[in-house]
């Protein structure tokens, strides 16, 4: 039986076509609102695609009329940090002013709750680690800078207009929806995993490694990689934790284990059984050495476990998808 629909902003992107699928599963239907900027059409299956803009209240006006989406699920956003810094008009427009007029369509039509990608570059640099929610938020660019405004524009709302939210603060998202259906797939790709496992099937000659000279065992620095599908499944979580108990709130969405590039690059070869070409390039700037979440209190209030606790499942999973598209573009 059918449990309702819900708006997925973004729902042509990565985590967003995964956080459908789970969403389908569970009995929802899944309303895609996309502008397939980065989206892609062909990775909306599990429900109704509307090819517009969170900017655009008319489009906001037509869905939320037409379909009365019970929540919203919201992932629509630029997410390279790097052209945030050198673009952040392009961010704060589309990923803050973007936010607003989607909430301010929520209230014209009394939708009340909401689930937001967030993430873990709302900390900025940690002062201590695995990070807890309570770590004090001090972004270090414009990509951060406009979720952390997010999540107070949410709060706000929520204190004025009763408006719930969720958001999830994600680490890094990985991997690929274990039936082989859905995957990774940004242009330009700038995430680790893909590049390795890009360079492991001889589409690039070598992955750069950013910094080999970081306070950490190998030298190079530890991340906290989460499965996309394990992420998809927190939303649902959120939602029906926001539905049961109607009180905002925030997690954060890791397995609490860190792996070094270095420890990556060793998985994608053995799970390809490849040599990946390496060369040592400077490090990033801004990059931490070391972000590990804490999710203890998204196990604790959701019941949120992740299932791909292992980095070689998690690897396994992108490797599959990527060697059947290993064209790699399936859209738009
Ligand atoms: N990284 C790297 N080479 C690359 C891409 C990424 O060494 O070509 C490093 C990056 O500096 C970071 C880690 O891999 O320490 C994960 O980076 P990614 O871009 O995947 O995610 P981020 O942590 O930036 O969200």
């Known amino acids: ?4 629909k819900i708006l997925v902003t973004g729902g042509a992107g990565y985590i967003g076509s995964h956080a459908c699928k789970e969403l389908a599963e569970c009995g ?34 037509f869905i939320f009329t037409s379909h009365q989406p019970e929540a919203v699920i919201h992932f629509a956003a630029y ?8 673009d952040p008009a392009k961010y704060y ?28 570059a709302t900390y900025g640099q940690p002062l201590k680690t695995p990070l807890t929610e309570s770590h004090p938020q001090n972004p270090i660019n414009p990509y951060g800078w406009g979720k952390l405004m997010i999540e107070q524009i949410l709060n706000d709302f929520d204190r004025a207009y009763e408006i719930k939210n969720i958001s999830l603060r994600y680490f890094n998202a990985a991997g690929a929806d274990p039936q082989g259906l859905i995957g990774e797939d940004h242009h330009p790709e700038t995430h680790l995993i893909p590049l390795a496992i890009m ?16 306070q950490t065992p190998d030298g190079t620095a530890i991340r906290d990689y989460i499965h996309v599908t394990d992420l998809a499944r927190a939303h649902i979580l959120a939602l029906e934790y926001l539905t049961k108990h109607g009180q905002s709130d925030c997690f954060n969405l890791g397995t609490g284990h860190g792996h070094s590039v270095q420890q990556v690059v060793e998985t994608v070869e053995r ?7 390496v060369r ?5 700037p801004g990059d931490p050495p070391v972000l590990v979440a ?31 598209h290993s064209n790699p573009d399936y859209g738009p």
């Not at 039986?1 to 309702?4: A, E, L, Q, R, T």
């Not at 799970?271 to 070409?277: D, F, H, Q």
């Not at 040592?280 to 990033?284: G, H, L, N, P, S």
Request: with cysteine; proline share 4%.
């Open 79 to 86: 997410t390279y940090v790097g052209e945030s810094v050198t």
């Open 280 to 284: 040592a390039a400077a490090r990033r």
């Open 294 to 324: 804490s999710s203890r209190k998204a196990e604790d209030c959701l019941g949120w476990k992740p299932e791909f606790n292992e980095l070689e499942t998690i690897v396994k999973t992108a490797w599959e998808w990527h060697k059947t």
């Open 93 to 120: 427009r589309n990923n803050v002013a973007g936010t607003l007029t989607l909430l301010e369509a929520m209230r014209r039509h009394s939708c009340q709750r909401i689930i937001f990608s967030s993430t873990c």
């Open 271 to 277: 799970v390809s059984r490849v040599k990946v070409p």
């Open 199 to 214: 360079t492991a099937m001889k589409l690039k000659k070598e992955l750069s490694i950013f910094g080999q000279d970081y």
């Open 1 to 4: 039986m059918s449990k309702g």
């Open 28 to 61: 929802y239907l899944p309303v895609t609102l996309d502008n397939l900027v980065y989206g892609h059409k062909q990775a909306v299956k599990w429900g109704p695609l509307i090819r517009g803009d969170i900017n655009e209240p008319q489009v906001l006006d």
